[in-house]
């Protein structure tokens, strides 16, 4: 089992940036793919991008594409979101979540452990 932890989450203007930090504790971190997520107000969980266990790959949302980068850090045991250009509606919980099987995961369901989310708002 890993307890995930987020963190840098924060009020930010149209086209800033944030980064948000997500540490894991428990297990192994490399047992697991790692996947962000966020949470609208009045919105479904929605897929933002997921890391692979090594770092050596990631995968990620069109809406977020270009914008966001997922990172890791096998040695800290953290998984980054680095956000840029942020938007209004980027403004939402954001979750990261731990995945233990195989394939890339973009379904909330695909992912075994969650963190308790961290609150991005983007405004002026």
């Known amino acids: 089992q890993v307890q995930l932890v987020e963190s840098g989450g924060g009020l930010v203007q149209p086209g800033g940036s944030l980064r948000l930090s997500c540490v894991a504790s428990?297990?192994?971190?490399?047992?697991?793919?790692m996947g962000w997520f966020r949470r609208a107000p009045g919105n479904e969980r929605e897929f933002v991008g997921t890391?692979?266990?090594?770092?050596?790959?990631?995968y990620y949302a069109d809406s977020v594409r270009g914008r966001f980068t997922i990172s890791r850090d096998n040695a800290k045991n953290t998984v980054y979101l680095q956000m840029i250009s942020l938007k209004p509606e980027d403004t939402a919980v954001y979750y990261c979540?731990?995945?233990?099987?195989?394939?890339?995961?973009?379904?909330?369901?695909?992912?075994?452990?969650w963190g308790q989310g961290t609150q991005v708002i983007v405004s002026s």
């Open positions: 979540a731990a995945r233990r099987g195989p394939g890339v995961g973009v379904l909330p369901s695909e992912y075994d452990y």
């Open positions: 428990g297990s192994t971190f490399t047992t697991y793919r």
């Open positions: 890391i692979s266990r090594s770092g050596g790959s990631s």
